[in-house]
């Protein structure tokens, strides 16, 4: 065994499951959608993307279909069809 090691080469290595995890992606979101969820994000204790991941998971968990009506959203959910 050697008294000293070299690491400074060594390259960092990411565990496997890691990518199967989530995926980084870049999203464009109205300032007024940040500042609530960070502000939800304070009261529940919770990371604002952590949050905004949440909310994402029940919409798709719940199979529902946004409808626009000429800028007002609203939300239908496929299981009601």
Do not use: C
């Amino acid at each position: 065994m050697r008294k000293e090691y070299d690491f400074a080469k060594l390259k960092k290595a990411k565990p496997k499951y890691l990518k199967h995890l989530k995926e980084p992606v870049t999203i464009r979101l109205e300032p007024q959608i940040i500042t609530y969820f960070k502000s939800l994000a304070e009261k529940t204790g919770l990371p604002y993307q952590s949050l905004l991941n949440f909310v994402l998971r029940d919409y798709a968990n719940e199979h529902r279909v946004p409808s626009a009506n000429w800028g007002v959203p609203t939300v239908k959910s496929a299981k009601s069809k």
